[in-house]
């Protein structure tokens, strides 16, 4: 299993970034799919997941409104478009394998993770 993201960044609070993640290794399509993000200090917080056709999402409340997953089954790949970004958003972002084929739930729930994106939110 592999998971690459990209679009991390340095962005001014109130801007927006959308981070990808390319999954290989394993039959993305029946596989729900997570972002997890860790802030220096922090433990890891669990932020959002989708189902594995995409049709159920789940936010935690700290992103809810903000933040939208989505993803192509197509390009084995899963977005994270974020919006009215806050300084307390800094922090590495990390895209995750759900542990259960065609199961999803809120919660940090995971088997594989990628090596993370960096989000830096300037205030």
């Known amino acids: 299993v592999q998971l690459v993201e990209s679009g991390g960044g340095l962005v001014q609070a109130g801007g927006s970034l959308k981070l990808s993640c390319v999954a290989s290794?394993?039959?993305?399509?029946?596989?729900?799919m997570s972002w997890v993000r860790q802030a220096p200090g922090k433990g890891p917080e669990w932020i959002s997941t989708?189902?594995?056709?995409?049709?159920?999402?789940y936010y935690a409340d700290s992103v809810k409104g903000r933040f939208t997953i989505s993803r192509d089954n197509t390009l084995k790949t899963v977005y994270l478009q974020m919006t009215a970004l806050k300084s307390d958003d800094t922090a590495v972002y990390f895209c995750?394998?759900?542990?259960?084929?065609?199961?999803?739930?809120?919660?940090?729930?995971?088997?594989?993770r990628g090596q993370g994106t960096q989000v830096t939110v300037s205030s």
């Open positions: 995750s394998k759900y542990p259960f084929n065609f199961r999803a739930g809120p919660g940090l729930n995971y088997d594989y």
């Open positions: 290794g394993f039959r993305f399509e029946n596989y729900a």
């Open positions: 989708i189902n594995y056709d995409g049709d159920d999402t």
